[in-house]
């Protein structure tokens, strides 16, 4: 099974301020990954996939790169909507389907 | 628009069944697979079962594998997880998931999800 690991667990941000997640594979994945953005008491919503491609709708102040086991979400301005909780996943050898711990962006 | 909407939750004690639903529109619901995705409260995601357009590809993650069985039903627009011997790891809110494509492997739509809680 291939292991996400996100870091940090939590990032302290302001508004504006620009924003940049990790997502580590414990094996390479290609370019097989996935994220998600939750807000609370929300579903998941697709942000990224295929590491670099924006979902339908999605602001284009997110983007996503990286390739193998690392890969990374930024968030290049934040807006007051961005601040929640972001998943990566990865659908390489599937199944299983994994998913990351999660970020945490807080103000 | 695409709407999901599950069903079938509830308290349950551990060792006993439960099945779940989700009823799709908005969609061609035969043309795309199909997940489930649980969260334990507070906690992060986890992918439970996946399922090809026609039944074909199934797939379980470790701890359901032998207890939980996927199905769904092209006709009724309908996804179904028929949970066995309920745990209490099992408790979390169960999300229907639609696949961006038919077996991409990415959750493009959800569902609210339905709370499953086991406990005597």
């Known amino acids: 099974e291939i292991v996400l690991t996100q870091s940090p667990a939590t990032l302290s941000l302001s508004p504006g301020e620009r924003a940049t997640l990790s997502c580590r594979a414990s094996?390479?994945?290609?370019?097989?990954l996935a994220w998600y953005q939750q807000k609370p008491g929300q579903a998941p919503r697709l942000l990224i996939y295929?590491?670099?491609n924006r979902a339908t709708g999605v602001p284009a102040r997110f983007s996503g790169s990286g390739s193998g086991t690392d890969f990374t979400l930024t968030i290049s301005s934040l807006e007051p909507e961005d601040f929640a909780v972001y998943f990566c996943q990865q659908r390489s050898f599937w199944p299983p389907i994994t998913f990351g711990g999660g970020t945490k962006v807080e103000i | 628009e695409v709407q999901l909407v599950e069903s079938g939750g509830g308290l349950v004690q551990p060792g006993r069944s439960l099945r779940l639903s989700c009823v799709a529109s908005?969609?061609?619901?035969?043309?795309?697979?199909m997940h489930w995705v649980r969260q334990s409260p507070g906690k992060g995601l986890e992918w439970v079962s996946g399922?090809?357009?026609?039944?074909?590809?199934?797939g379980y993650a470790d701890s359901v594998k032998g207890r939980f069985t996927i199905s769904r039903d092209n006709a009724k627009n309908s996804l179904y997880l028929q949970m066995n011997s309920l745990r209490g790891e099992d408790t979390a809110l169960y999300y229907c998931?639609?696949?961006?494509?038919?077996?991409?492997?990415?959750?493009?739509?959800w569902g609210q999800g339905t709370l499953v809680t086991v406990s005597s």
């Open positions: 295929d590491a670099s």
């Open positions: 399922i090809s357009w026609n039944s074909r590809s199934i």
């Open positions: 908005g969609f061609n619901f035969e043309d795309y697979a």
């Open positions: 094996q390479s994945i290609s370019t097989f």
């Open positions: 998931a639609k696949d961006r494509n038919n077996g991409h492997g990415y959750f493009g739509s």
